[in-house]
């Protein structure tokens, strides 16, 4: 196994990495817990590449951490789900360590 590889673990840490360990993952469900946002507002507060973002929330939303709310007019907002939720409470000790750094 080289430096950069995982073992072959499913589940746990594993699990949760395959989910929030990509970019801009934990961003995205950070801005989300001051409540739902429309897909446009998130790209533009993120400043993140659309077709990024359509890939991650489409990863959030497959792991259920956040869900689609329909709009009018072909538009769509997110909202954390009670999982998302929790997810976002974990964020507070590593934000609080990066405050700590900057």
Known sequence: MSDGDLPD???GLDAA???VGQ???LLIVDRLREGALRYGDLQRELGIPTNILATRLRELEQAEVLRRIPLKHNTRAY???PRGLALGEALDA???WGEGIT
Request: hydrophobic letters at 35%.
């Open 79 to 81: 909202e954390l789900t």
């Open 17 to 19: 990495l395959g989910v």
């Open 94 to 96: 590593p934000r609080q």
């Open 23 to 25: 970019r801009w993952a």
């Open 9 to 11: 673990r499913p589940g």
